[in-house]
Nanobody, 118 residues
């Protein structure tokens, strides 16, 4: 049974930082892409960062480029999203997902809430 479990969300003041974690289990993910998505109230879910377990350049949406960093620890089957210089527009539920392509995801975590106060 595949599981993706996010952690690390919470409440932070504008300008602060948070690190999200996504622990993956239940199958071999080496050929998979791990994506971080977010969905704010009343908005569509958007892909904000992605990384391949096998390496290569990560992907970042323009809205987070230069502030967020995605990384992976293959030994721990865990992907991280380091979020710096947070602002209220970053408030959303953040999800990790796994899939064969940057544009296609088969497995999803339950989501973790990130709230940035002004």
């Amino acid at each position: 049974q595949v599981q993706l479990i996010e952690s690390g969300g919470g409440l932070v003041q504008a300008g602060g930082s948070l690190r999200l974690s996504c622990a993956a289990s239940g199958r071999t993910f080496i050929r998979y892409v791990m994506g971080w998505f977010r969905q704010a109230p009343g908005k569509e879910r958007e892909l904000i960062a992605a990384i391949r377990w096998s390496g290569g350049n990560p992907y970042y949406a323009d809205s987070v480029k230069g502030r967020f960093t995605v990384s992976s620890d293959n030994a721990k089957n865990t992907v991280y999203l380091q979020m710096n210089s947070l602002n209220p527009e970053d408030t959303a539920v953040y999800y990790c997902a796994a899939g064969p392509l940057m544009s296609s995801y088969d497995y999803w975590g339950q989501g973790t809430q990130v709230t940035v106060s002004s």
